[in-house]
């Protein structure tokens, strides 16, 4: 497939200054996708430099609010009228079933049409009582300036929105770098933010990987802000490169989160089938490799072997296969080296004294799932404990963890027992205990009989490890803002402090 050009800026497409190309595979069949242009830091300084002009003297942070929310609109709408053609692109480039495709479009939507109407439903600034009628005091929200926005591999387009949307409805101006695994849907982002309207420089785009590209990004002087959603050890070098030039900093640093199954919920055929159908739902949508994955399932000792029995049974069951084929349920993971870091894990837990249900390695080859994609069969390992790797790391992959609880205490206790602090459910009959829980839990998210909707007027981060600052919700605005507190005194007079 020929090369596409895929660095933005100032409002022309072109090739890497160094000429370098990336090849995007195909996790089904370890195919070429596509290639890309693989940049390099002087990438970087240039779009940064385009974005940095456009902020200081384009019109962008000028516009005024109901313009800048009306060209988020159109990219909304543009966004549905290619929606086929960007979920087949999602599709390809992660893996993920084309269904999964066409949700990721439309909360990519929502996401857009939720920032436009937030900022025009705001006031000008928060009026401050000073005291005194011959004061006039307001707070004022202006952009920060210019973002650095770097995105995951499993959710391209959606983390791209969550953070593009907010962005430009506050008046920023922006360079993004998606994963180099995954980055062809966020050029499409880019393509229709500029179809929409958006004046040239305000998007940015480079591709290419997290060095040097996103560790350029993070440490630029030039750049006001940083926004970085990956893994732990890679957010904690962008927090280092960004403390240099004191910038704002995001970060969504994914969890380890917990499924809490309590025996009541299982009391009826109708509520035991639906927490294991959740169950299914929170460890195994995308192969797992989802943020908030619910990939430890803590479950009540007395309703265990039963629940983990079925739990394996539909487990076996889960159709595999390129995420584009008819019946297919779950994709492959997005990458070999992903593969073999997922089968370490499985070796170590058994290795651990796990015990293996279901799962464990590469399911059989067929006509819908060719043998070179990277293919891992959904995993469930019995019998765990907190001392296991599996238990305390992020998998990011299709393994469901066991764990087993008496009492409430223990439960809450069990759940919370995790560095990182990002989701989890409850799962109780009971509505006391199903507040209690819940109010107990240290997670960002909490889900109550449920487990992974999000909304968009929600804010979405997490506590301890899982990052800084949230997304999504007035706060996801928020971070994209500075306040500034103008102090008007309607009357002067001379103070008279020095005598003189």
Not at 49 to 77: C, H, K, Q
Not at 162 to 181: D, R, Y
Not at 433 to 460: C, F, K, M, S
Request: glycine share 10%; net charge negative; proline share 5%.
């Amino acid at each position: 497939m020929s090369a596409i050009e895929s660095i933005q800026v100032d409002g022309e497409w072109r090739a890497a200054l160094g000429g370098a190309q990336r090849e995007v595979w195909d996790p089904a069949d370890a195919t070429t996708l596509a290639r890309v242009a693989e940049s390099d830091r002087s990438d970087v300084d240039l779009a940064v430099a385009a974005a940095r002009r456009a902020f200081d003297g384009g019109p962008w942070p000028r516009t005024p609010v109901s313009e800048r929310a009306a060209l988020l609109r159109r990219v909304a709408d543009l966004l549905q009228r290619d929606r086929e053609t960007i979920a087949l692109v999602e599709s390809r480039d992660t893996g993920k079933t084309l269904e999964e495709g066409r949700v990721d479009v439309d909360d990519v939507t929502a996401a857009f049409r939720y920032f436009a109407d937030l900022v025009v439903s705001e006031g000008a600034g928060r009026v401050v009582d000073a005291g005194s009628s011959e004061v006039h005091s307001v707070v004022a929200y202006e952009p920060v300036g210019v973002c650095a926005l770097i995105t995951p591999w499993n959710y391209p387009l959606l983390q791209a929105s969550w953070k593009i949307a907010p962005a430009l409805a506050a008046g920023n101006t922006f360079v993004i770098k998606p994963s180099e695994i995954t980055p062809l849907s966020t050029v499409h982002l880019v393509r229709l933010l500029l179809e929409a309207g958006l004046p040239a420089g305000v998007a940015g785009l480079v591709t290419g990987a997290g060095d040097p590209v996103g560790a350029r990004l993070a440490e630029h002087p030039q750049v006001d802000l940083v926004s970085f959603t990956g893994g732990l050890v890679s957010g904690t070098k962008v927090a280092r490169a960004a403390a240099a030039t004191v910038k704002k900093v995001a970060l969504e640093l994914g969890g380890k989160n917990p499924n809490v199954v309590f025996a009541d919920a299982c009391a009826t055929d109708e509520g035991f089938d639906t927490a294991v159908d959740q169950a299914l739902n929170a460890a195994f949508i995308h192969s797992g490799q989802v943020c908030s994955a619910g990939s430890r399932l803590i479950v009540e000792e007395s309703v265990r072997e039963r629940f983990v029995t079925e739990l394996a049974r539909r487990a076996e069951r889960i159709e595999l296969g390129r995420g584009t084929e008819e019946g297919v349920e779950c994709g492959p993971l997005v990458s070999r080296q992903h593969w073999e870091k997922i089968q370490a894990y499985v070796a170590s837990a058994l290795a651990d004294g796990a015990v293996l249900r279901c799962g464990g390695g590469r399911p059989e080859p067929a006509a819908h799932r060719p043998a070179a994609g990277f293919f891992f069969a959904p995993t469930v390992l019995d019998h765990c404990h907190r001392n296991m790797r599996v238990v305390r790391e992020e998998t990011f992959g299709p393994l469901l963890t066991v764990e087993t609880f008496r009492t409430e205490e223990e439960a809450v206790a069990l759940a919370n027992d995790t560095e990182y602090g990002l989701a989890g459910a409850v799962w109780p009959a009971e509505a006391g205990r199903a507040r209690r829980v819940a109010g107990r839990l240290r997670h960002g998210t909490v889900w109550i009989n449920d487990y992974h909707p999000y909304l968009p007027q929600a804010e979405w981060g997490g506590f301890g490890r899982s990052g800084v600052g949230r997304e999504l919700g007035p706060t996801g605005l928020a971070e994209y803002r500075e306040a500034k507190h103008i102090y008007q005194n309607l009357a002067p007079r001379p103070v008279r402090w020095f005598t003189g």
